[in-house]
């Protein structure tokens, strides 16, 4: 036998199984929402922008609200998602009629077995097709007993009229608005949303920015609470301190822990004095509502400019979407990837470890799931800032489409895409134990170890 060719059979080996292990991520599942999709509620836009590429679907909404801009995704009942939209139209000028709501939508995704790759609304509590966006589907959040350390639009007789120092004027605000002291997107720019192991729901702002607590059916319970030290323009505590984060750059990511005590929140821009394309990483104590000194730094790639979302995968794993501003449309080239990071390895400049999980601009499609023709799925959607595990081997991702706002895939108002994309190599979604049950597992493997010596002794 020829030991060099030995050795090279078996590098050749190790060389095909880790191609193996590293293959390209698989579009296991595809469907799509329409981008004008409206749910009841007060006429909304009323100060929104318009897009001239596509005049049909230009606020104002009479008597409607956009169920669109998700930027933030749960596990609902009976197969369907909860799907938490953002502030509304863009800015917190713009956005006084925007409802803050959460909907629950079924995907029925179209695979390579079938499926009809559409969406349709969902009830909230069951998880049971609907036929249209309800009051059913949804929640929608508001302050009635005004928890909140700041004035909300609902506290106004008018709104803002698009004027960002909060001068009333002009158009009454809605009734029910006012009424149900109703959040609107000239209030928080949600972005980011878990529940804890007590079953609320925590939101996290841009425009604190601040975490912000509800019970399940969205009713603000406790005054937001802010991080120290870090100030949006909207900040409506900073005073006269200068702001030192860009406008539309806090919680874009909000992750939590299994236990549901702990949430892990990741900035969108660069803190003023932090190195250049670092984020933090901070955590937060549930119990205490308190910050606790852990912090951490996530680094952009060369390429990316902003932060989608980070969900967690165990107690130190967590899944963040990266980007940059480009489409398929509007010149550049698209960089929009999946990574994972580990908050149990720090590099020497004090970064989380980063592995590219996903490349969303290269997913393999055999079975051509969106019909255009392409083996390669693509998603060159300025924001895509919806990412949750299914399981080990499945994620799901929906882009925000900033409705009406468009130009990812053509000149016209953005569709919502929901991902279903398959992982040959599965992520270690085991909860990670508690250093308690460690210790309790060392000590019995070391009886365990003193038996067996006992025994190789006889």
């Not at 169920?67 to 956005?95: C, E, I, K, M």
């Not at 190599?425 to 070391?446: H, I, K, N, R, Y």
Request: aromatic share 8%; proline share 5%.
């Amino acid at each position: 036998m020829n030991p060099p060719r030995l050795m090279l059979t078996a590098a050749a080996l190790a060389a095909a199984l880790c191609a193996a292990a590293q293959a390209a991520p698989t579009l296991e599942g595809w469907a799509q929402m329409p981008a004008a999709t409206y749910a009841d509620g007060p006429t909304s836009g009323q100060f929104g922008f318009t897009n001239a590429a596509s005049p049909a679907n230009n606020p104002p909404y009479l008597g409607l609200q956009p169920v669109q801009g998700f930027s933030g995704v749960l596990a609902g009942a009976g197969g369907s998602y909860r799907f938490l939209v953002d502030n509304g139209f863009g800015t917190q000028a713009s956005s006084a009629d925007a409802l803050l709501r959460m909907y629950a939508v079924l995907p029925d995704f179209r695979t390579a077995q079938g499926g009809s790759g559409t969406v349709s609304a969902a009830d909230w509590n069951t998880g049971a097709a609907r036929t249209g966006f309800d009051a059913s589907t949804r929640i929608t959040l508001s302050d009635p007993n005004r928890q909140l350390g700041f004035s909300i639009q609902a506290d106004f007789a008018q709104y803002y009229n698009g004027n960002a120092t909060r001068n009333p004027g002009g158009i009454a605000v809605d009734a029910s608005i006012r009424s149900g002291k109703l959040l609107t997107g000239a209030d928080l720019d949600t972005e980011s949303v878990r529940q804890d192991k007590n079953g609320h729901l925590w939101f996290g702002d841009e425009f604190g920015p601040y975490l912000v607590r509800t019970d399940a059916s969205g009713k603000v319970l406790a005054r937001d609470v802010s991080l120290p030290g870090v100030f949006a323009p909207e900040n409506a505590y900073r005073g006269s301190t200068p702001a030192n984060l860009g406008g539309s750059r806090g919680f874009e990511g909000l992750a939590i822990n299994r236990a549901g005590d702990r949430l892990y929140t990741l900035l969108e821009g660069t803190v003023t004095g932090d190195a250049a394309k670092t984020l933090r990483i901070n955590e937060f104590n549930i119990d205490s509502n308190l910050y606790t000194t852990q912090s951490w730094v996530y680094k952009l790639d060369v390429n990316g400019t902003n932060i989608g979302d980070m969900t967690a995968i165990n107690d130190h794993e967590f899944i963040v979407i990266e980007r940059n501003g480009a489409t398929a449309t509007g010149g550049g080239t698209p960089f929009k990837k999946l990574y994972k990071i580990d908050l149990n390895k720090v590099g020497a400049d004090g970064t989380v470890e980063k592995t590219e999980l996903v490349d969303l601009m290269a997913i393999a499609d055999p079975n051509d799931l969106n019909g255009d023709g392409s083996t390669t799925f693509t998603f060159p959607y300025v924001t895509i800032e919806n990412v949750h595990v299914i399981d080990a081997h499945t994620l799901l991702v929906v882009n925000d489409n900033n409705f009406p706002g468009g130009g990812g895939r053509a000149l016209t108002s953005d569709n919502t895409e929901f991902l279903k994309i398959h992982l040959d190599q599965a992520l270690d979604v085991s909860p990670v134990p508690e250093p308690a049950t460690v210790a309790m597992l060392l000590a019995g493997l070391a009886v365990l170890g003193r038996r067996v010596r006992a025994r190789q002794a006889c």
